[in-house]
Structures are given as C-alpha cells and as structure tokens.
C-alpha cells in the first residue's frame, strides 16, 4: 500500500506555544488529505478535510484560527496547533487519499503525532 | 445516538476462539464500510472492506445488512497477534469521509 509520513511522531511543548505537524505522502499524489484527532479510549475524531490549492474545509466545533492547515503541494499538507494548551494534548493522524488504481478513494493514515502541552 | 456504534469491550478469549464483533451505524445513506485495526498508540490500518454480500479474508469474515444499518466481523481461529482494537468505519456518503466507532477491544492469551 501506499505510504504517508508524519512529523514529528511526538512533540512536547510550553502552553502557549505553536507546534506544526507534517503530513506527507511518500509515493503518490494526494488531492486530498484528512487530520484527526484521537483522546485515549475514545475514537478517531475528523478535523478538517484539507485540499491541495484551496482551503480547507472544517468540522463543526473545530477552530480554524487555532487550527491551521496547508495543504500547498500534492504531496504535503501542514497542520499547525496555534497558541496550544493542555487540552490540546492529543494523537494527531493524518491520512491521504488515493488516487487511482486499487487504491482509489482508500484513505491511507500517517503513523500519527502525540502532543503534549505541558 | 452515536454515528457508528461498538461494544468497547474488552473481549478476552483465547488463542483458537471464534470472536464476533457487532457495530451498527445511524446514516441509512451510508456508502461504504469497513474494519480497520488499530494497536496500541499507532495509526489504525485497514484491515478490510465490508460488502453487502459478505466477504472473507482468511480467518476474518465480513458481513453487512444494510436493512438493520448492521455490520460484524468473524474471527476464526484467533492468534496472540489479533490482539488489537477493532475499528467499525462507515462512509457516509460526503466527500470521501470517514466515521470511525470508538473501537472494540480484543485480546487473545495463551
């Protein structure tokens, strides 16, 4: 299967601060790339829908001032948590789309980012 | 009422057992279906579509009726290595967007 990356895979950082994440597709293009959130025992929440060369389309309930996406290359896509809190704390997964072939319209995810916001 | 619904479990069987997990989804207009597989703190992988007539993937069978919005996956024969959380996905139909269930936990012991 295809694979994506993400960046760093654990971050901790001062409340306050901003912490960006990368999401990158390793061997095929990405239209459209997805950001989730995932608190311990709960499930994989949906953020944002992001596509590449346009805005990024969010869910209800999530900031898009504290959340910002760029999605500025078929292949990377950026999500920054700005002035982040211990609430913040996280499991941040990406995943990106297929495009062709077997794999069109499969969603395949990042191996995540872990923030914790002291 | 939730999206997607699962039994959090855990279930403990083991190795050998035949293990079933339920999930029933709210969207009536649902397209597509499936279970991921997700281990402790790491991504969930795919581990197959679900289709409406049923379908199997060595040990693991999916089925779906879409009459009572209802879909389950078999184990059979369960390993030490299917000790994981199950993940019930639906597609409801906008824009390629996936509702995850909170998961069903499994673990498998000697």
């Known amino acids: 299967g295809a694979v994506v990356s993400q960046h760093p895979s654990r971050v901790i950082c001062k409340s306050g601060t901003s912490v960006k994440i990368e999401c990158r597709s390793l061997?095929?293009?990405?239209?459209?790339m997805f950001w989730y959130r995932q608190f311990p025992k709960q499930s994989l929440m949906l953020m944002a829908t992001?596509?590449?060369?346009?805005?990024?389309?969010?869910e209800q309930g999530v900031e898009k001032d504290k959340f910002l996406i760029n999605h500025a290359s078929l292949t990377l896509s950026t999500l920054t948590v700005t002035s982040a809190h211990p609430e913040d704390s996280s499991f941040y997964i990406c995943?990106?789309?297929?495009?062709?072939?077997?794999?069109?319209?499969?969603?395949?995810f990042g191996p995540g980012t872990r923030l914790t916001v002291l | 009422r939730k999206e997607v619904e699962q039994d959090p479990g855990p279930f403990n069987v083991p190795e050998g057992a035949t293990v079933a997990f339920n999930c029933t989804y709210s969207?009536?207009?649902?397209?597509?279906f499936f279970w991921y597989r997700q281990d402790c703190r790491k991504e969930p992988k795919l581990l197959m579509s679900?289709?409406?007539s049923g379908n199997e993937d060595g040990r693991f069978t999916a089925q779906l009726n879409r009459a009572s919005q209802y879909i389950s996956l078999l184990i059979r024969d369960s390993k030490l290595s299917d000790s994981a959380t199950y993940l019930c996905?639906?597609?409801?139909?906008?824009?390629?967007?996936?509702?995850f269930g909170t998961g069903t936990r499994l673990q498998v012991t000697l």
């Open positions: 995943s990106a789309m297929g495009t062709g072939g077997s794999s069109y319209n499969e969603q395949f």
């Open positions: 061997d095929f293009q990405a239209t459209t």
């Open positions: 992001s596509n590449e060369g346009s805005k990024a389309t969010y």
């Open positions: 969207n009536s207009a649902s397209q597509s």
């Open positions: 679900v289709y409406s």
């Open positions: 996905v639906v597609n409801p139909g906008t824009a390629s967007k996936l509702t």
